[in-house]
């Protein structure tokens, strides 16, 4: 069409005004019309050329036609006549909405990037947010074509957009906010700022906000506070999404939250659980997207924030403590330093927060706070605070089992994490983490399946290492987390090794009987089922174990049992274990019933746990830091050492580094690594190296130069590697200590206890040696207990004030030696005798030949007790009535250190079986002590041992009718007798007597506890049942009389009738004629009663009636043990004076030094107990040269000689001599007996009975509590006090003793002894 552009448009819209025109023909028209007019600039000039067609388009044919090429030319036409004549086209606001509506209807397809009409769309698109088309939109009213193009727009962004199309959709859209804010628009722009997908409708949304900030503050403001506050009004599904809203906004712009954040105080505290909920989760969010600043700059919320953290609601603190794990895993950094430069105090706080719900009463909070914990920890190892991880680590003690187990499974996620890091160097060795490994250990529970020793030690040999780490480095953290165990740490280790130990020994029995299984007989197959019963016993379901054991004992591939069998060997590496662990397990097949099973008990045999792969390595690292002394050393040491009395055979194919690490003197030859070299020794490992020709001149020289626990290995391990007590060598190295202690001078040379040490060792392994160097030794001990030259000067203090002197701590490593060298029976008979009579004055304070200071004399009186102990373990059978009695009465000694360390001397013997039951006196004669922990102990003590050798008891009755004697009960028949010799013995048995509580005490606790022993249900007691055999001992002790006279007989028949009453009213359904037809009483205590009781003495017994009785029990009712303070003051106040003075602290020690005791304390005795000490006197005397006669024993077991008065016979004493213990085996230990010699009878008069054997055991299992380093490690801890004079010696040691002297303390013997005696009374009080 020729002409200028305002003609073509002129005539053409002059065409299209004509009628019935076809499409083709519209189409055509319309492009000339919209090439010339985009030809046209704008202009107002051309109103007139641009009319015609202005007023065709108009046409409602046009705006409305059906085609879409005709529609869309149309509305490019509209668009660019707009543009030409703005700002006034030629419209009406009727045909405007009907150009708005034809542009939105073609704005739909803009989301069609392949469209080939997409340029004219964008063209009419661009031109309307340049021309600003939207203000005419709002103006004419169009707000519902503006939310139908704002919902197109976004929908189109959904597909993606061109830049510049977002751009122009963000012009319109900003234009019409910038003139008209309205609800329903900010609902849409709302709608999609909330979408989970983060596209272009989203980023739209953002764009728009961000332009219309300011614009649209106040209502947004209004809306979100209308949601936050007016909760109670109907909501639209946008008032439900406010917090996703204002989420979003706080990212585009904050700035618009200003005044809506701290009206979120408001949702924190609301009554609605769901409410806060919410609210806790928003803010958390928040924090988290501003890198912790939103807590700085809104402390208000951030507070109330943080008080969420203690929620009353459980939902509320977990989302708590949910959102304090989003925060802090964003943070970057985690030291506290670069916390407090980055965000304040904030994520001090939240860490601060996170660990108060540790202790949340709800056990779900507590592990959610655990979980948090592990995994912040997780995301940064190296800056995260760790002392956070040991608190959430005490979680493992946690009183419920959910959270125990949770606790436990995250942990060990997160020390296998710290374990691969470090292998791989990303992380270095934290102390805080390797303390991970002794936490798990603190829930080892035998009461709950999931902690039992069988679970832990899966735990720790499968799961608390990666897989992929090697046996070096699975050492190395060994070592490192084995550093911060402790005592109760080792000991459960310990179970789990011997368990493990346990376990492998039945399984190689267990297939040594299988292949024997062509023999085929009954006994093996008892054998084996045996076998399964033990080994069951390593896991949790004992019965359906033995069942899986007996499936896998039937099948008949024998390829699976040689697997156990290399399984179970120990020179194997990881990888040969794991192959074979795969081998045995695909052999059963993983649909096999019994998979399982045996991919535990693969597990369990092989050697995971620990192997000979990790011993060579730490032997390996400790040759490395030979001359230096770490805690990696001293761990090392300690862990190696565990293992040697475990399991020695681990130690096979370490011999090269054995070598080298005793090839010369360093710093790690120490107490420990002597003592594992002396297991190794001593064990039948059968390491390939002599290392008596490697090492014993290093052994030999910490035998002279050593401490004295080096010592003591060192000659252990000398013993253990040379196996014959008459090698050369121990005549060499006796020679060589016994010389150098001739050379030595007392006062200054500090090495001689260590000498001493080696020389009673060396006696006690090789007898021999006694005999060759008598005359030196004694020379020696001479010298110390008697000479001058050096003793602690009487009005000093030693150099360590809660010590004893030097000179006394020789005295007692003189004592130790003669000891030791009277263990072994075979050359120590000759002076035996002499020894315990030396030990008898030193405990009655005697020895009048000692040089001695008064400080030091408790010291030595305890040493000498325990000596008699110990000598007991060999020699019971020597020890005389007064003996025994003396050593008894120590639990009441004046000094609360001798009293104390006594019991629990005794304890640790009984415990292991080393002493007769006897013993177990002591308890009950401390069980009413003043000192409350002393009174505590030793009623616990008392219970303890008398139920396990009541056990013991009830074994051994199956298999001897004559075992009464080894029965706990049988202790009476001495204490009974160590009453009757105290000077206190009450002798008015009238209604208006007042009750001696005190002297009935012993008594009575004694009693209570051995009628406890039998089931308090029972209504009826056989010949070996407690009840029946007191009932026995007491009719028995009533027909005997004492050796030395009738006073102290007339004592034992009033104690036999009251305690035959007293257990008739404990036990009310006791009979008589339940008791045992024979009892046997100890001929070195009883004789029998040749004549008719006194009349004086028989109106006495007639006034103990069963009312007296009853006021004795009434009296000594069980109590609660707490501590008498006043009375704790004054009984530890250890007295200096001589034995006659220091005796009246103890009335049954009275009776034992009656005749040197001082005039006063005999003029306020009664004439009748005066009479009894010149008896005890003669009594003793009689006693001891019975003992050098007969060689009889003063203890009731079954190697002792008794007389039975129940059978008006007596007997003569027999040896119980090597005592059998404990000490070398896991269970009981099987007794064994021996025959007794001719001349060992029971005797009666009327009928004869036949003896059983004589338990008989290693005298070496007796050692376990030998002394070693400082004599002051036998000593505990005195209760504080306080008296001021005093306690400047309790400021220094833990093991302290507080002697004072009588002039200091103010208090004298007189007012001790009435203290002591009066001590129930008080308690009663």
Not at 323 to 341: D, G, N, P, T, Y
Not at 810 to 821: D, H, N, Q
Not at 1014 to 1024: A, C, I, K, L, S
């Amino acid at each position: 069409m020729p002409g200028s552009a305002e003609q073509v448009v002129s005539e053409v819209g002059k065409r299209l005004a004509q009628p019935r025109l076809g499409k083709d023909a519209l189409v055509k028209l319309l492009k000339q019309a919209e090439s010339a007019l985009s030809e046209l600039s704008q202009s107002s000039s051309l109103h007139d050329a641009l009319r015609p067609l202005s007023k065709s388009l108009v046409q409602t044919s046009l705006l409305s036609h059906k085609d879409k090429d005709v529609r869309l030319l149309v509305a490019v036409c509209f668009i660019e006549v707009m543009r030409i004549l703005a700002p006034d086209p030629p419209f009406t606001d009727e045909i405007f909405k009907e150009i708005f509506r034809l542009f939105i209807s073609e704005f739909v397809g803009l989301a069609d990037s392949g469209s080939p009409y997409l340029t004219r769309r964008m063209k009419i698109l661009e031109n309307v947010a340049a021309l600003r088309c939207s203000v005419i939109m709002v103006d004419t009213g169009c707000q519902d074509l503006v939310l139908d193009m704002a919902k197109i727009f976004f929908s189109a962004a959904k597909q993606g957009l061109q830049q510049c199309v977002h751009q122009a959709m963000v012009s319109i859209m900003t234009q019409i906010l910038n003139e008209k804010v309205t609800q329903a628009l900010l609902d849409v722009i709302f709608r999609n700022l909330v979408k989970e997908d983060k596209g272009g409708a989203h980023k739209l949304a953002v764009d728009i906000i961000q332009n219309c900030a300011e614009k649209l503050e106040h209502t947004v403001r209004m809306f979100l506070s209308s949601c936050i506050f007016n909760k109670g009004a109907p909501v639209n599904e946008h008032k439900k999404l406010h917090h996703k809203i204002i989420l979003e906004l706080f990212q585009c712009a904050p700035q618009m939250l200003f005044a809506v954040i701290p009206s979120l105080t408001h949702e924190l505290l609301s009554d609605q659980v769901d409410i806060r909920l919410e609210a806790v989760q928003l803010i958390g969010r928040l924090l988290v997207f501003s890198n912790l600043r939103f807590g700085q700059e809104n402390q208000l919320v951030f507070m109330e924030f943080l008080k969420r953290f203690s929620d009353k609601s459980a939902e509320v603190r977990i989302a708590a403590i949910d959102a304090a794990k989003v925060c802090l895993v964003r943070l970057e950094l985690f030291s506290q330093r670069e916390i407090a430069v980055s965000s304040g105090n904030i994520a001090q706080d939240i860490l601060k927060s996170l660990e108060g719900r540790l202790l949340d009463f709800d056990d779900k909070v507590r592990i959610r706070a655990v979980y948090a914990v592990c995994d912040l920890a997780k995301s940064n190892l190296s800056s995260f605070p760790s002392e956070l991880i040991l608190q959430a680590a005490e979680r493992l003690r946690d009183k419920k089992i959910s959270v125990r187990k949770n606790v436990m499974h995250k942990l060990l996620d997160l020390y296998r994490d710290y374990c691969e890091k470090c292998s791989k160097g990303i992380a270095t060795i934290n102390p805080h983490y390797e303390q991970i490994p002794a936490k798990l250990l603190l829930c080892f529970d035998k009461d709950c399946g999931s902690f039992r020793p069988q679970n832990m030690g899966l735990i720790f040999a499968e799961e608390i290492f990666p897989s992929s780490l090697s046996p070096k480095e699975r050492a190395m953290h060994w070592v490192e987390f084995f550093y911060y165990f402790k005592s109760q740490h080792v000991k459960a280790l310990r179970i789990i090794f011997s368990q493990k130990r346990r376990l492998l020994l039945e399984m190689q029995a267990y297939l040594s009987l299988r292949a024997k299984k062509e023999e085929s007989s009954d006994e093996i197959e008892k054998k084996i089922c045996g076998s399964f019963r033990k080994m069951s016993a390593s896991f949790a379901d004992i019965p359906k174990v033995e069942e899986c054991f007996e499936n896998l004992h039937q099948m008949k591939d024998n390829n699976i049992f040689k697997d156990l069998t290399e399984l179970i060997k120990e020179g194997i590496t990881f990888a040969t274990v794991r192959s074979i662990r795969d081998s045995f397990l695909k052999r059963i097949g993983n649909k096999h019933p019994i998979f399982n099973f045996c991919k535990q008990l693969s597990t369990e045999l092989s050697h995971s746990l620990f192997n000979w792969e990790m011993i060579c390595a730490i032997l390996e690292a400790l040759l490395s830091c030979r001359n230096e002394s770490t805690h990696f050393a001293e761990s090392a040491c300690d862990l190696l050492l565990l293992v040697a009395l475990v399991f020695p055979s681990l130690f096979r194919g370490s011999e090269e580094y054995l070598l080298k690490l005793f090839s010369e003197e360093s710093v790690l030859i120490n107490e420990k690594t002597l003592q594992m070299l002396a297991y190794l020794a001593k064990s039948a490992c059968h390491l390939s190296v002599n290392f008596s020709s490697d090492v014993y001149l290093l052994l030999e020289q910490k035998c002279i130069d050593g401490t004295r626990a080096e010592s003591k290995y060192a000659i252990s391990a000398i013993a253990s590697l040379i196996q014959s007590p008459d090698d050369k060598k121990f005549a060499k190295l006796c020679k060589k200590v016994v010389g150098v202690l001739k050379k030595t001078y007392l006062p200054d040379n500090h090495n001689i206890p260590t000498l001493l040490q080696s020389l009673g060792l060396i006696l006690e392994h090789s007898p021999s040696m006694y005999t060759s160097y008598d005359e030196h030794i004694i020379k020696f001990v001479q010298r110390v207990f008697v000479s001058s030259e050096f003793v602690s000067t009487p009005g000093l203090s030693p150099p360590d004030e809660n010590a004893c002197s030097f000179s006394c701590k020789l005295k007692i490593y003189c004592l130790k030696v003669l000891v030791k060298s009277c263990l072994p029976r075979t050359t120590a008979l000759d002076r035996i005798e002499n020894f315990l009579k030396m030990l008898l004055e030193i405990i009655s304070e005697e020895f009048t030949s000692i040089t001695i200071c008064d400080y030091d004399k408790p010291y030595l009186r305890l040493a000498a007790g325990k000596s008699v102990l110990r000598l007991a373990t060999r020699w019971d059978s020597h020890i005389s009535p007064k003996l025994f009695r003396t050593a008894l009465l120590m639990a009441r000694d004046s000094s609360y250190i001798v009293r104390k360390s006594f019991i629990c001397k005794i304890y640790g013997l009984l415990k292991n079986h080393a002493i007769p039951i006897r013993y177990a006196c002591a308890f009950a004669l401390s069980s009413t002590d003043c000192a409350g922990d002393v009174r505590t102990e030793s009623h616990r003590y008392l219970i303890e041992v008398l139920k396990e050798q009541g056990g013991v008891s009830v074994h051994q009755n199956r298999t001897s009718k004559d075992s009464i004697v080894e029965h706990p009960t049988y202790a009476v028949v001495f204490l009974i007798h160590a009453l009757a010799y105290d000077r206190e013995f009450p002798l008015n048995f009238s209604e208006k007597e007042t009750i001696s509580s005190g002297f009935w005490s012993p008594l009575v606790v004694m009693l209570r506890e051995l009628v406890e022993i039998d089931n308090p249900n029972r209504t009826e007691h056989g010949p070996t049942s407690s009840v029946s055999i007191l009932l026995g001992i007491f009719s028995a002790v009533q027909k005997a009389q004492d050796l030395s006279g009738s006073d102290i007989t007339h004592k034992l028949h009033i104690l036999s009738k009251i305690g035959l009453l007293m257990v008739k009213e404990l036990d009310k359904h006791c009979k008589m004629s339940d008791s045992p037809r024979h009892i046997l009483l100890p001929s070195s205590y009883y004789r029998l009663s040749a004549s008719e009781r006194k009349a004086d003495e028989c109106c006495q017994l007639d006034l103990i009636t069963d009312s007296f009785v009853k006021r004795i029990l009434k009296a000594h009712e069980p109590y609660n043990h707490q501590e008498d303070t006043e009375c704790s003051i004054i009984t530890e106040r250890p007295s200096k004076e001589s034995a006659p003075k220091r005796g009246a602290s103890s009335s049954l020690n009275k009776s034992s030094v009656g005749p040197r005791a001082s005039g006063q304390d005999q003029g306020k005795v009664k004439k009748s107990s005066v009479l009894a000490e010149d008896v005890s006197k003669k009594n003793d005397q009689n006693s001891i040269h019975s003992l050098e006669k007969d060689k009889v024993s003063s203890c009731g077991s079954a190697g002792t000689k008794l007389s039975s008065p129940g059978s008006l016979g007596l007997a003569k004493e027999a040896d119980s001599r090597d005592r059998a213990s404990l000490l070398e085996n896991q269970n009981r230990p099987t007794v064994k007996k021996i025959p007794l010699k001719s001349d060992q009878k029971w005797e009666f008069v009327n009928d004869t009975m036949l003896t059983e054997d004589i338990p008989d055991c290693d005298p070496r299992d007796c050692e376990l509590d030998e002394d070693v380093g400082d004599c002051d490690d036998n000593f505990v801890k005195c209760p504080l006090s306080n008296n001021k004079t005093g306690a400047g010696l309790r400021k220094k040691s833990k093991r302290a003793l507080d002697l004072r002297s009588a002039q200091n303390s103010g208090l004298t013997a007189d007012t001790v002894s009435n203290v002591r005696c009066t001590r129930s009374r008080k308690v009663q009080a």
